[in-house]
Structure formats: C-alpha cells, structure tokens
Nanobody
Framework: QVQLVESGGGLVQPGGSLRRFCAAS????????MGWYRQAPGKQRELVAV???????TYADSVKGRINIFRDNADNTMYLQMNNRLPEDTNVYYC???????????????WGQGTQVTVSS
C-alpha cells in the first residue's frame, strides 16, 4: 500500500503562482508514475501533469508553459509549480501514483485526498 499526502497553497489571485507538494510513503519502491489531476463539477477527472521514471514529463495542453513538475526520487516527493494562474484553473487537484506509465484517462493506482485550488481576486 502507498499513502499520498498533499500540501501547499490552495488560493491565489489571477496571474499569481502557487506550489503543490505530494509526498509518498509506504511500499513506494515499485512506484514509477506520479502526477497531478484535476476535476471540475460535472466533469471527468483529467490529467494536468505527470512525471514517469523520475524525469519524463507530460503536460496537458491547457496548462503547458504554466506548469512545471519535478519528482525527487530520493524521498518520493513530487513538486508542482503552477504559474500564471487563470480562473479556469479553479478545480479540485489530486495527486496520483502508480506502478505503470498509463497516465491518460482515469489511471489506477493510489490517490491523494484532493485539494481545492481557487483562482480568484
């Protein structure tokens, strides 16, 4: 089993920046994928950013250029830097980790508790 604990900011003004953290613990040696997903009311949970094998990154088109993801494989901590936030970025964000590289859609694996991120003046 793997436990994911999310932390970091959740409220930011339009154009501002914030950082989210996700720390993995437990049986983490088999984890090869860590990423962030978001879900708006009435919408499917969708990929924001994912990092595979500690270095290969993929970003959703809607956030590309405004998101940077990094994983510290030594302590299994993932960092998500979110810049130039827009009101449309207001969503519940979830940390995810899994043993495979299939990140698109609704992946299997483990999930964090989810955190409301609000972009508002």
């Amino acid at each position: 089993q793997v436990q994911l604990v999310e932390s970091g900011g959740g409220l930011v003004q339009p154009g501002g920046s914030l950082r989210r953290f996700c720390a993995a613990s437990g049986n983490i040696f088999s984890i090869n994928r860590m990423g962030w997903y978001r879900q708006a009311p009435g919408k499917q949970r969708e990929l924001v950013a994912v990092i595979i094998s500690g270095s290969t990154t993929t970003y959703a088109d809607s956030v590309k250029g405004r998101i940077n993801i990094f994983r510290d494989n030594a302590d299994n901590t993932m960092y998500l830097q979110m810049n130039n936030r827009l009101p449309e970025d207001t969503n519940v964000y979830y940390c995810n980790a899994g043993v495979n590289s299939a990140a698109w859609g609704y992946p299997d694996g483990y999930w964090g508790q989810g955190t409301q991120v609000t972009v508002s003046s």
